[in-house]
């Protein structure tokens, strides 16, 4: 009932009374994650992002989705899905996120139907960009793109905005919060410049 009303979450396959004795537990329902779970012996495959977040007209085993579904059936491994769900639950991602950053003083970065959306709290003192990317770095698991980070690294930073998936529709409400920067999963190239541009001074010349 939490997640938001264009997601997919819940039980994708799998029967509702089936016995539950081994969880595999992984961010994405990928071929080679359900082999995993096959290997292990796993009865429930539960992951963050859903297999079937847009409308398919087939399942054969031609297709990437297609397999995947037929390799959980045969398998006999249940797949469930927790999503936006589980970013907006009270230790949820975005929770998880802004404690992993030092936030205190949390409060929800937006409320959009009903559920609060990413977290902005304050750092314990203020430090620059440059050494809040490092303690960042430091404190959340590898990723294969990296961390990348945008402004200068002198910045000052005290107030931070957390998002735990694709971030660049709240960007107002980032802007709204005083945000000094701003932690997203996900950010596509124009939205993010175009964030940048408007969070200039105020500008006081003639152009």
């Known amino acids: 009932a939490t997640?938001?009303?264009?997601?997919?979450?819940?039980?994708?396959?799998?029967?509702?009374?089936?016995?539950?004795?081994?969880?595999?537990?992984?961010?994405?329902?990928?071929?080679?994650?359900?082999?995993?779970?096959?290997?292990?012996?796993?009865?429930?495959?539960?992951?963050?992002?859903p297999l079937l977040m847009r409308g398919v007209n087939s399942?054969?085993?031609?297709?990437?989705?297609?397999?995947s579904v037929t390799n959980l059936i045969v398998g006999d491994v249940a797949l469930y899905v927790a999503h936006?769900?589980?970013?907006?639950?009270?230790?949820?991602?975005?929770?998880?996120?802004?404690?992993a950053?030092?936030?205190?003083?949390l409060a929800p970065l937006a409320v959009i139907e009903d559920q609060p959306l990413g977290r902005v709290g304050r750092l314990g003192s203020p430090t620059t960009?440059?050494?809040?990317?490092?303690?960042?770095?430091?404190?959340?698991?590898?990723?294969?793109?990296?961390m990348r980070v945008s402004g200068p690294a002198g910045a000052p930073i005290e107030r931070v905005a957390v998002l735990g998936g694709s971030g660049d529709?709240?960007?107002?409400?980032?802007?709204?919060?005083?945000?000094?920067v701003y932690v997203t999963a996900d950010l596509r190239h124009h939205p993010a410049l175009?964030?940048?541009?408007?969070?200039r001074a105020p500008h006081t010349g003639p152009f």
């Open 101 to 105: 950053c030092g936030l205190t003083d």
């Open 59 to 67: 399942v054969a085993v031609t297709s990437a989705k297609g397999a």
């Open 3 to 49: 997640a938001q009303s264009w997601d997919q979450v819940g039980l994708v396959t799998g029967d509702p009374e089936q016995a539950v004795r081994l969880v595999h537990l992984a961010l994405d329902p990928t071929l080679a994650v359900i082999e995993e779970a096959r290997a292990a012996g796993a009865d429930l495959l539960v992951t963050h992002h």
């Open 84 to 99: 936006t769900n589980a970013d907006v639950a009270a230790d949820g991602v975005c929770v998880a996120l802004a404690e």
């Open 169 to 180: 529709d709240l960007f107002p409400a980032v802007r709204a919060s005083a945000a000094d």
């Open 129 to 146: 960009l440059g050494e809040f990317a490092q303690l960042l770095a430091d404190a959340l698991p590898a990723a294969p793109v990296g």
């Open 194 to 199: 175009e964030a940048r541009e408007e969070s």
